[in-house]
């Protein structure tokens, strides 16, 4: 870490490749699985990482820094906001056309169940999505998801419960 805040480039490419797994799979769950937008913000959380490594005070550890930078970067760009969290859309309207057909009993019962979990999730509102992946699957408490996205932590505790309750009834 010390030669990587240094300067040194061979050091930084190591945190890279170390962190580079976590962070796509976060931007890819936080901009509803496009994988061209999630390469495009983890390249560029990797090169925000770079320019301000020198503000890395060791505070915390570098995984949880580059986390919160790669979260700030995706969900804080004041121009993609209001779209980020908009509350008024209804489950399915990310529907990909495949319907609700059961899978059927599946060899990896694991990987089939994973693929419902997925499905369900693609399918919750935004605002709903993104409060339920940062609380529950990013471990962000509702006073750090309100600063955030800029919504009020009554918000983010109701989209919360809202996201719960539609999962269940998806998944059931």
Known sequence: MALAVGGDTRAFEQLYRRHVGRV????????????????????????????KLASF??????????????VNLVLGEHRLLKRWVTFDETPGDTDDGSGDAALGEHPQ??????????RALAKLPKGARTVLMLYDVEGYAHEEIAELTGI???????????????????LS
Not at 37 to 51: L, N
């Open 24 to 51: 796509f799979g976060l931007c890819l769950r936080l901009v509803d699985g496009d994988r061209a937008r999630a390469e495009q913000h983890t390249q560029d959380a990797f090169v925000r990482a770079w320019e």
């Open 57 to 70: 005070r060791g505070d915390a550890q570098f995984s949880t820094w580059l986390h919160r930078l790669t």
């Open 109 to 118: 019962q694991r990987a089939g169940e994973r693929l419902d979990l997925e």
């Open 152 to 170: 009020a932590v009554g918000t983010s505790k109701a989209q919360l419960h809202r996201a719960r309750r539609l999962m269940r009834e998806m």
